[in-house]
């Protein structure tokens, strides 16, 4: 675990109570004239988006939310798939076709090709994840999300024509990649087109995306019920088409990142981007190249404090820092008993709920998803952080899985109501979830790491999610199978201790990103400010001796300069 790299935290905390922290000296640099335009200008941006309330951001960048949504509900894609792929194994019609004949004379998917299944689409993420990193910041996200459709498109043909098991696999991992990429680029699109004020929401709308794709797999599940030929899972796997060509349509005609564009010196493009995601007739004091010198000074401090933009560079200095919370706060998700409240279902039948009834309680259980993040929204807009969302959350949560241990306990002759009460207990659990650590988890890695590595950081977190979901999802069954470790509700007791652990990290470390700016947190993570001491300590990016990168800021001059040009040679 890396620890805060302040040399003298009693000093830092001293002077923060003293007055507004400051950068370094050691990056300072005298001003010229276009580098104090710039720092004046950015000021002037950051101080409207701090004094910007919710409704505000939402009547000034209504564009940018509609283009967050669209390139946010690739997630659905995702989990459309994991619910049909979990759903088939019941199906007689799949099972005789790609399973083997059991000496019951019933088919079966064997459990070493179910295994295989489950985690081919997780390796084929974990590359896609990979190559994301490098490929979506040198091209851009909008190429590189259409890019990805376009082999969705070609990639579900091998799941519409697959004619045995092996097939299936090779699809999983091959639509894997894309979705891989999905992971991450929705959410770094979501918090660099739109100001802090509609950053938690929009970033957190990826948790709802999940539960939508998931409820629309079990709705289609539900309709093929009554079909007994191959349609049954054929016919769900050719619904995967409806997702992409309209994403196609509307991603191409979406604007790119300003962010992404400053980053790459065409400050120009990232105006007229800007413009794109604005609704400038209200009535507001917004000026677009206040918000692009925003974005410029913060690029400018980031190549000063950062020493370049690999993934290895996502392990040195205050970036080790920002990963380690990145790939812990949605680890976090794994380890706070997410596989464990999964088997509901399991419960429920064990408590005499007939089988057909195990559909309407996902379709359920998936609606909880999609309703805890407009609850999440709720919970925001009453000022509530990220960081007190997510540990208060997380306590909620092990409470809850002491219960489903002591449950456990019950006398065999009530094992039905017992068995009633944990499935019960465990939608419970999903509702306060959602409402806090599976939501707020999205928001707080779009925040923590910097815009320079932010692809790259959240590329790390994701797959350490992976990772521990696969281990996760390995370990649940053992625990709860009566022929192996046989645990059943004591299982609540294992992980109420791993999420107390989660606790006690998320005290420690997780600091609070709610209404900073990203150069603010950069400075704050510079500076080794305590989690805790987040929210409180005062900060200036934009002191007379801010460290800034000539070569970025020199890069934007000249495009001042040649604007300046072209606008007296038109009046000449």
């Not at 010229?32 to 309330?53: G, L, P, Q």
């Not at 619904?239 to 300003?258: D, N, R, T, Y």
């Not at 009834?357 to 998803?369: E, P």
């Amino acid at each position: 675990m890396a620890t805060d790299h302040a040399p003298n935290q009693d000093v830092i905390d001293k002077s923060a109570a003293a007055g507004p922290i400051h950068f370094p000296p050691k990056d300072d640099l005298a001003h010229t004239k276009s580098m104090n335009e710039v720092i004046h200008n950015a000021r002037s941006a950051t101080d409207k988006e701090h004094k910007m309330t919710l409704w505000q951001g939402i009547k000034l960048y209504p564009k940018a939310v509609g283009w967050s949504v669209l390139i946010s509900t690739c997630i659905a894609m995702e989990g459309y798939d994991v619910c049909l792929l979990s759903n088939f194994y019941g199906f007689k019609q799949f099972n005789r076709k790609y399973g083997e004949q059991l000496p019951s004379g019933e088919w079966q998917v064997p459990a070493r090709w179910q295994a295989g299944l489950s985690n081919g689409a997780n390796v084929g993420e974990v590359i896609g994840l990979f190559i994301n990193g490098f490929v979506s910041e040198r091209f851009g996200y909008r190429y590189t999300v259409m890019t990805c459709l376009v082999l969705i498109i070609g990639f579900t043909a091998i799941f519409f024509t697959a004619q045995n098991v092996i097939d299936l696999q090779v699809a999983e991992i091959l639509c894997g990649i894309p979705w891989g990429v999905f992971q991450t680029l929705t959410i770094t699109y979501a918090s660099e087109v739109c100001p802090v004020a509609l950053r938690g929401y929009l970033t957190t709308y990826v948790n709802f995306c999940w539960g939508l794709g998931q409820v629309i797999g079990i709705g289609v599940i539900k309709s093929m019920l009554p079909r007994t030929d191959e349609w049954a899972y054929r016919i769900p796997y050719a619904l995967q088409w409806m997702w992409p060509v309209p994403l196609l349509i509307g991603i191409f005609l979406a604007p790119e990142s300003p962010w992404w564009l400053v980053r790459k010196g065409r400050t120009e493009e990232a105006k007229k981007s800007l413009l794109r995601l604005t609704s400038t007739n209200k009535e507001t004091d917004f000026d677009a190249d206040e918000t692009i010198s925003m974005m410029v000074h913060t690029t400018a401090l980031e190549e000063k404090i950062t020493s370049g933009a690999t993934y290895w560079d996502c392990f040195k200095g205050t970036d080790l820092r920002r990963t380690e919370i990145v790939c812990m706060v949605w680890a976090i998700q794994n380890l706070s008993g997410n596989s464990f409240s999964g088997y509901s279902t399991y419960f429920l039948e064990q408590a005499g709920l007939p089988d057909y009834k195990a559909y309407d309680f996902a379709l359920g259980q998936y609606s909880i998803n999609m309703a805890g993040v407009f609850g999440a929204w709720f919970l925001m807009s009453l000022g509530i952080g990220r960081r007190s969302l997510y540990l208060y959350g997380l306590c909620g949560l092990c409470s809850m899985l002491f219960i489903l241990g002591f449950l456990g306990l019950v006398p065999r002759e009530h094992k039905k109501e017992a068995s009633l009460a944990t499935g019960a207990t465990m939608l419970v659990w999903a509702l306060f979830y959602q409402l806090s650590v599976g939501t707020v988890c999205y928001s707080l890695v779009a925040e923590i790491s910097t815009r320079r590595l932010q692809i790259k950081t959240v590329v790390l977190g994701r797959n350490l999610y992976n990772i521990v979901g696969i281990i996760c999802s390995v370990l649940t069954p053992y625990m709860l199978n009566p022929g192996s470790w046989n645990w059943a509700n004591f299982t609540g007791f294992f992980w109420a201790g791993i999420c107390f652990l989660c606790i006690i990290y998320t005290y420690f470390r997780v600091p609070e990103p709610s209404g900073r700016s990203f150069a603010e947190l950069d400075l704050l993570f510079e500076r080794g400010i305590s989690a805790r001491k987040f929210a409180s300590t005062e900060v200036d990016v934009f002191e007379d001796d801010v460290g800034l990168n000539k070569e970025v800021v020199g890069r934007y001059e000249e495009k001042m300069e040649g604007s300046v040009r072209h606008d007296e040679k038109l009046e000449g």
